[in-house]
């Protein structure tokens, strides 16, 4: 088992930054890799943006390209999603998710193809 706790949602101004983190603990050794998920209210849930524990995979969707970084340090099993110039339609709830298969692609696979979910963090962006 994994368990995985974010932090660092808040509230922020249009054009402000956040830094999310996504801590692992558990059987981390499995995890292949870690990925960003948003859902705001009414829409489904998005892969923002994913990472390989071996750091040779980083993808992010287009919304968030050149705003948004993945990083990881796996010294502290803990996955970083910094957020830059955010929009009022980055609000939403962030959740890490953790992936133990393999894939041969750099991409993001579906949700349910995630074996770990964290509780998530409330980022709101205002105009």
């Known amino acids: 088992q994994v368990q995985l706790q974010e932090s660092g949602g808040g509230s922020v101004q249009a054009g402000g930054s956040l830094r999310l983190s996504c801590v692992a603990s558990?059987?981390?050794?499995?995890?292949?890799?870690v990925a960003w998920f948003r859902q705001a209210p009414g829409k489904e849930r998005e892969g923002v943006a994913l990472?390989?524990?071996?750091?040779?995979?980083?993808t992010y969707v287009d919304s968030v390209k050149g705003r948004f970084t993945i990083s990881r340090d796996n010294a502290k099993s803990t996955v970083y999603l910094d957020m830059n110039t955010l929009k009022p339609e980055d609000t939403a709830v962030y959740s890490c998710?953790?992936?133990?298969?393999?894939?041969?692609?750099?991409?993001?696979?579906?949700?349910?193809?995630?074996?770990?979910w964290g509780q998530g963090t409330q980022v709101t962006v205002s105009s």
């Open positions: 558990g059987h981390t050794g499995n995890v292949k890799r």
């Open positions: 990472i390989s524990t071996d750091g040779y995979c980083t």
């Open positions: 998710a953790a992936f133990t298969g393999w894939l041969n692609i750099c991409d993001i696979p579906p949700s349910a193809a995630f074996d770990y």
